[in-house]
């Protein structure tokens, strides 16, 4: 990764955490661009650019926040130990994703815009269960 790749990697991780810092504070429908590029010290364009909009943000943020709890499940389910540590280092993990992103979930309008699900991928949803199911 250049130098370039970087700058920009930083200015996505920083806009995204920024982001996750205003739903700790606001609905997801009150938060504005304009909020989110000045928590961030960025432009609104840097925004678009990088994002296009605030919902294709937050559904970035919420897939990532998937994308890692699956993979720390799995990594807990292929490693050591008997099924008791296991679930108990799941219960951990879960945990810590929720507390994390507490608000992130709560602050959703969940009558504008239906379940949670609807901010990951079909295939991140069917992993999802089928991890669940093997607990």
């Known amino acids: 990764m250049n130098?370039?790749?970087?700058?920009?990697?930083?200015?996505?991780?920083?806009?995204?955490?920024?982001?996750?810092e205003l739903l700790d504070r606001y609905e997801i429908e009150r938060i504005t661009i304009f909020q989110i590029a000045e928590n961030a010290k960025v432009s609104r364009a840097?925004?678009?650019?990088?994002?296009?909009?605030?919902?294709?943000?937050?559904?970035?943020?919420?897939?990532?926040?998937v994308t890692e709890s699956i993979e720390n499940i799995k990594m807990v389910m292929n490693g050591d130990g008997n099924f008791y540590e296991k679930y108990k280092k799941i219960q951990e993990l879960k945990a810590n994703v929720f507390k994390l992103s507490?608000?992130?979930?709560?602050?959703?309008?969940?009558?504008r815009h239906g379940e949670f699900i609807g901010y990951i991928s079909v295939e991140q949803s069917a992993r999802i269960r089928e991890l669940t199911d093997q607990l």
């Open 102 to 111: 507490e608000s992130a979930f709560t602050n959703i309008n969940m009558e």
């Open 3 to 20: 130098g370039y790749e970087k700058r920009v990697e930083s200015k996505k991780r920083q806009i995204k955490k920024c982001a996750l």
């Open 46 to 65: 840097t925004i678009y650019k990088h994002f296009g909009d605030k919902e294709n943000l937050y559904t970035e943020i919420f897939n990532e926040i």
